[in-house]
């Protein structure tokens, strides 16, 4: 943003969870208050409603698995296999944490319930968003579309640069080099572009359809072992009530209103500057795992949007939706099912000159969801850059170093496990 000289974000913004019961999680700016190791400043800031504290210190030997996940290759083998909800299970958190904490971060970090996530998956991300260090929750937001306030500065910026931006083109093929170990073109139906490299910035769903239409792809197998990787559906709605309804934080999160789907609304009157003066509200509800909402019409939609609104803030079931946009995302996001690692694919490709981006491509920065979208697709470019001999290699920032606490956990416990290995026989399941 710094570098396109645009502010297009909100400042810090506090967010509230609710249940069916109501209120249940309001969280401070964490940053704002005095820092502590993490993760307590996460467990001791954090203003719960309703769980008690013995349900949150059920917590604490869970931190071990923190630790001892450290988002190398070797961890990932070892907790990867193993479901979320059979992680925190053996680790003992009580019930009403798993239900009431965990697995709402989950059904909204991960986009499915516990029984379905892969616990490296699981760890990996609540380290990253949550865990990692007491600023990490907190969050600004977009004040506009991502499209106009983003991602237009951003073409045009390309195209001041000489590159052009071809929008409504579906890649549907690519063309294979005389060699048969590059990749000389991409097809764009009718169209063929003639390349020097490829990187495939797309997601799981879109990557599968390309494979199974391009025989130069099918066969090789980190492309067709895509197929064994899934996805999960999303439901988006923005409605227009008519009136002022007050809702006390821009962002909140909700869970146990179905049991498989976790959904997030926004206050975009707080948020998005058109929406600023309004005298109506304008919230955007998202539904993820919504697998049952897809088939519904927007006439069946709109009512249960508006009764789990109600749910939460009662003055939504007063209020009549004057106009709306309903988005149905089918397969739309990576789901890390549990034992998907090994059919996750790096960055560069058996294709000399040809790389992958995204969410579910697996490096080793530690980010997540589009900071890790972001990252690979910068290290495909390097990758392409350093390949190609030409082009300036794009500056990547590391995630903030871990705690000087954790590091040196993580230290002893890789040295009790290098240890262990030299006498112990590798003779049980990771
Ligand atoms: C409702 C919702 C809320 C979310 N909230 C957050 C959040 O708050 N924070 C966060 O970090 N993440 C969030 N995410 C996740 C985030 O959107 C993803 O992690 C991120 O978009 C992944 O980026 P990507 O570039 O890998 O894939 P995508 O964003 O899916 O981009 C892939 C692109 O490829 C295009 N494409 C597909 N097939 C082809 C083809 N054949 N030819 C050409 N183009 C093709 C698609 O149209 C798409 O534009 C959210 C997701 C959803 C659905």
Known sequence: MDELDIQPFTPFTRSDQYSPA????????FQDLPLLPSPLGTFVYTQFKRLPLSDRLSALPLLYAVVDFDNSDEAWRRYDSVTARELFKQFGVSERLYRESFEPMLLVGLFAPGEQCSAAAALGMLYYFILAHQPDFDVVWCRGTVGEWI??????????????????????DVRLSATGDRLSAVVCGDEVFAADAVIFSVGITGMKKIVAGSSALRSRPEFGNVSNLGAIDVLATRLWFDRKIKIPKPSNACFGFQPTTGWTFFDLNALHDEYKNEP?????ADFYHANQFLPLSDAEILPLVQQDLAQCIPDFAQAQIIDYSVIRLPQAVSHFAPGSYRYLPPTQTSLSNVFLSGDWVVNRHGSWSQEKAYVTGL??????????QQGTFA?????????????????VNRALRQLGSKVLPSFWLP
């Open 395 to 411: 500056k990547i920032v590391p995630v903030e170093a871990d705690q000087p606490h954790i590091a040196a956990a993580r230290q």
């Open 22 to 29: 109501g209120l249940e999680v309001e969280s401070p700016i």
């Open 280 to 284: 109506d509200t304008v919230v955007e």
């Open 379 to 388: 290290e495909a470019a390097n990758l392409a850059i350093a390949q190609l």
């Open 151 to 172: 991602f237009r500065p951003w073409v045009q910026a390309i195209e001041r640069m000489g590159g052009a931006v071809l929008a409504n083109r579906r890649v549907s």
